[in-house]
Every structure is written in C-alpha cells, then in structure tokens.
C-alpha cells in the first residue's frame, strides 16, 4: 500500500482520502453494474463474441475485494 507521510500538512491526506473515496465509488458502480448482470441474465455481446456469464462474476467479486480493501483503509 501506499502511504504519503508529509511533516507539514498541505492538504496530502485529503487529497488520498478524496481519490480513495472517488475509487470505492467507481468500483461500487462497476460491481453493482455485473451484478444486475448476473442477476437479470442479461446478455453481452462484444463484435460477435457473447461475453460468459462467469466474467461478471468475477466482475463482482474482484471490484468488491478492491472496494472492501480500500473502505478498511480509511477507517
């Protein structure tokens, strides 16, 4: 992890605690989005590929690992 240590405070801390808080934000949005995907079936198809439904699982649990690990950061 990453830990930006400053002995004069110019706004370092709220700037990480912002972009943390922005990423768990993106990654929330991303899980949720495979989520509904996995839950109404929906179906994707890229060119003439159809995307497996295994992709949005690990679409879920691979963001959801990011957000849990980044909200216990900023605890």
Known sequence: ?????????????????????????VFTIVAVAHLMRLAFGISMTISDWVVPQWISLAGVIIPGLIVWMLWWENR
């Open 1 to 25: 992890m990453l830990y930006l240590q400053t002995n004069e405070d110019h706004g370092l801390t709220k700037t990480v605690k912002t972009g943390s808080k922005l990423a768990v934000i």
